[in-house]
C-alpha cells in the first residue's frame, strides 16, 4: 500500500506563487497515473490536473490552465505541482492521488490564497 505525503502549501497572496510537493512510500509509484486534486470550502473535491505514468502527457482543469504544471520523478518517486498566478478561487486542501482501481489520496496539505 502506498502512502502519500504532501508538503508545501501555506498562505500566500493573490499573484503569487507556491510549489506543492508529494512524497510517496511503501511502493513505487512509476507504473501509476497520478494526480492533483483540491477540495475547496463546502465544495466537492474535484481533480486539478493529472499526469501519465511515464510524464509524457498531463491534463489540467480549465480553471488552472497556463497556471499551474504538474510534473514526477519516479526515480525519486515524487510528484509535484507548480502554481503560479495563485487566485483565491484556489483556495482549498490540495491532495495528491495515486490511480490503481480508483483515487487513493494523502491527507493533503493546506493553500490559502488572500486577495
Known amino acids: 500500500q502506498v502512502q502519500l505525503v504532501e508538503s508545501g502549501g501555506g498562505l500566500v497572496q493573490a499573484g503569487g506563487s507556491l510549489r506543492l510537493s508529494c512524497s510517496a512510500s511503501?511502493?513505487?509509484?512509476?507504473?501509476?497515473?497520478m494526480g492533483w486534486h483540491r477540495q475547496a470550502p463546502g465544495k466537492e473535491r474535484e481533480q486539478v490536473a493529472a499526469i501519465s505514468s511515464g510524464g509524457g502527457n498531463t491534463n489540467y482543469a480549465d480553471s488552472v490552465k497556463g497556471r499551474f504544471t504538474i510534473s514526477r520523478d519516479n526515480a525519486k518517486n515524487t510528484v509535484s505541482l507548480q502554481m503560479n498566478s495563485l487566485k483565491p478561487e484556489d483556495t482549498g486542501v490540495y491532495y495528491c492521488?495515486?490511480?490503481?482501481?480508483?483515487?487513493?489520496w494523502g491527507q493533503g496539505t493546506q493553500v490559502t490564497v488572500s486577495s
Open positions: 492521488a495515486i490511480l490503481g482501481r480508483s483515487w487513493t
Open positions: 511503501g511502493s513505487s509509484i512509476g507504473m501509476n497515473v
